[in-house]
């Protein structure tokens, strides 16, 4: 079992920067595909990115490649998504996730954190 808890959302003008965090707790975290989702109000669950579980690969769609950055702290059993240049559709309720398996698919992750809310105003 691997229990979730994301910190570190709140309201940032546009062009601002925020670094989400995730920590983890439980079993063998660092055997972990660690994900970050979002959800806009009213739209479906978005992937936004994956570290691997040593933190030596990540993956991004390409509406945040260049402006996010993933990594992990496995000696803390954190992982963050570093945000910057954000913009208002970046507004959305973001979530990190745990897969035992590369993958860009919400329903096959794991574990779920409850969310933190990210607002960026124009």
Do not use: H
């Not at 030596?56 to 945000?83: C, E, H, P």
Request: aromatic share 14%; charged share 20%.
């Amino acid at each position: 079992q691997v229990q979730l808890v994301e910190s570190g959302g709140g309201l940032v003008q546009a062009g601002g920067s925020l670094r989400l965090s995730c920590a983890a707790s439980g079993r063998t975290f660092s055997s972990y595909y660690m994900g970050w989702f979002r959800q806009a109000p009213g739209e479906e669950r978005e992937f936004v990115g994956v570290i691997s579980p040593r933190g030596i690969n990540t993956y991004y769609i390409d509406s945040v490649k260049g402006r996010f950055t993933i990594s992990r702290d496995i000696a803390k059993d954190t992982v963050f998504l570093q945000m910057g240049s954000l913009k208002p559709e970046d507004t959305a309720v973001y979530y990190c996730a745990a897969s035992i398996r590369f993958t860009t698919v919400g329903r096959e992750y794991n574990y779920w954190g409850q969310g933190t809310q990210v607002t960026v105003s124009a």
